[in-house]
């Protein structure tokens, strides 16, 4: 493989000559700058990812952190970053959390990783870190976008969806079909998203008459596990309830699974409505309800503003994100027929 010590050779010109050539940068006279481009020509030069990283000054590449690579939440994501990213000719090298340590060590030796590889800039999403972590990151933080979490001195930078409405929306939901018995899984209490949605639904709740101490709530980690293990603590519990708000999509297919697998009719017996509106929504049994996060466009737009302040793009930012309900099978009317309250008391 031809390299460009072989063009310059060739072209009868010194390396830093042939350089210009190739980068466009710097003034080398016609004739010459003419000799190189046949050099190159006839040697079918293609300058490597190396090479034009040297020659550029950029390395071209987007580091991107999440917290973990399974479920159905995170692929989307990484798809959209891609997506965007190969429009602009432009690569990501992802790290998430893995080895020793708590979730906010891990975050920034993954971080670490990506700035060891000369990443141009950095888009994370964690809720793990702190403000002195970020700051921590010196001139790396001009060059950063985050994901559903806000930093203080960072709003310009991050991107994050209105929690606190899609909690409203998913209350308001259940709440005209009927449902004054409720239950809630939420994800893990140290995530801000987290609270948002869950303190706004049970906000909700209350003006509509309903007593949020009377929700019976489970604390999951966001996994279908997660969800299983909770609706059968639920039902276990002997509490009632119509109505089963799940703080993500993959919690809430775990809990129809649980349901279904003790014989409890989903909507008939219990309405289920989820989180987030990802692929698996549409492919769970019955279909799920969800609230939906246009997580693709949120993603998009954290990209276009770090293309914009990495390479001088000028991509539109949008900094407003609609919020909505997809309605599939999992909610319905609230029950009213004894039968129907009966089989809330079915044990596994």
Same mark, same amino acid.
């Given at each position: 493989m031809a390299t460009i010590k072989d063009v310059a050779s060739l072209a009868g010109v010194g390396v830093g000559t042939a350089s210009r050539v190739v980068s466009g940068k710097g003034s080398v006279a016609p004739a010459t700058a003419e000799r190189v481009r046949q050099a190159i020509e006839t040697l079918n030069f293609r300058p490597s990812h190396v090479a034009r990283s040297l020659l550029s000054g950029v390395s071209q590449m987007i580091g991107v952190y999440i917290p973990l690579l399974e479920g159905t939440f995170y692929t989307p994501i990484l798809s959209a970053i891609d997506a965007q990213l190969r429009a602009s000719g432009l690569h990501m090298v992802v790290a998430f959390g893995c080895g020793d340590g708590d979730a906010r060590r891990q975050a920034m030796e993954g971080i670490g990783f990506l700035i060891e590889r000369d990443c141009d800039g950095l888009l994370i999403m964690?809720?793990?870190?702190?403000?002195?972590?970020?700051?921590?990151?010196?001139?790396?933080?001009?060059?950063?976008?985050?994901?559903?979490?806000?930093?203080?001195?960072?709003?310009?930078?991050?991107?994050?969806?209105?929690?606190?409405? /899609? %909690?409203?929306?998913? #209350?308001? +939901? @259940?709440?005209?079909? !009927? $449902?004054?018995?409720? *239950?809630?899984?939420?994800?893990?209490?140290?995530?801000?998203?987290?609270?948002?949605?869950?303190?706004?639904?049970?906000?909700?709740?209350?003006?509509?008459?309903?007593?949020?101490?009377?929700?019976?709530?489970?604390?999951?980690?966001?996994?279908?596990? /997660? %969800?299983?293990?909770? #609706?059968? +603590? @639920?039902?276990?519990? !002997? $509490?009632?309830?119509? *109505?089963?708000?799940?703080?993500?999509?993959?919690?809430?297919?775990?809990?129809?699974?649980?349901?279904?697998?003790?014989?409890?009719?989903?909507?008939?017996?219990?309405?289920?409505?989820?989180?987030?509106?990802?692929?698996?929504?549409?492919?769970?049994?019955?279909?799920?309800?969800?609230?939906?996060?246009?997580?693709?466009?949120?993603?998009?737009?954290?990209?276009r503003w770090l293309l914009n302040q990495c390479y001088g793009a000028h991509h539109e930012v949008l900094r407003e994100f609609p919020i909505s309900v997809t309605?599939?099978?999992?909610?319905?009317?609230?029950?009213?027929?004894?039968?129907?309250?009966?089989?809330?008391?079915?044990?596994?």
């Open positions: 964690t809720d793990a870190l702190r403000d002195e972590d970020i700051a921590a990151l010196g001139e790396t933080r001009s060059k950063l976008a985050v994901l559903n979490f806000d930093f203080a001195g960072l709003e310009e930078q991050c991107f994050t969806p209105d929690h606190r409405l /899609g %909690g409203a929306l998913a #209350a308001q +939901s @259940l709440l005209k079909f !009927g $449902h004054r018995k409720y *239950a809630v899984i939420t994800g893990p209490a140290t995530s801000p998203d987290n609270v948002a949605r869950v303190d706004a639904f049970m906000q909700e709740l209350a003006l509509h008459g309903v007593d949020p101490r009377q929700v019976a709530t489970r604390e999951s980690d966001f996994s279908p596990e /997660g %969800g299983w293990d909770c #609706a059968r +603590s @639920l039902v276990a519990s !002997g $509490h009632e309830f119509t *109505a089963l708000f799940c703080a993500n999509d993959e919690t809430a297919v775990g809990a129809l699974a649980y349901l279904q697998s003790v014989g409890i009719s989903v909507p008939g017996a219990i309405s289920v409505l989820g989180y987030d509106d990802t692929h698996s929504a549409k492919y769970s049994a019955p279909q799920l309800t969800s609230v939906h996060i246009p997580w693709p466009a949120v993603t998009r737009s954290a990209v309605w599939r099978a999992s909610v319905a009317n609230a029950p009213v027929s004894e039968e129907a309250a009966q089989s809330l008391t079915l044990r596994a």
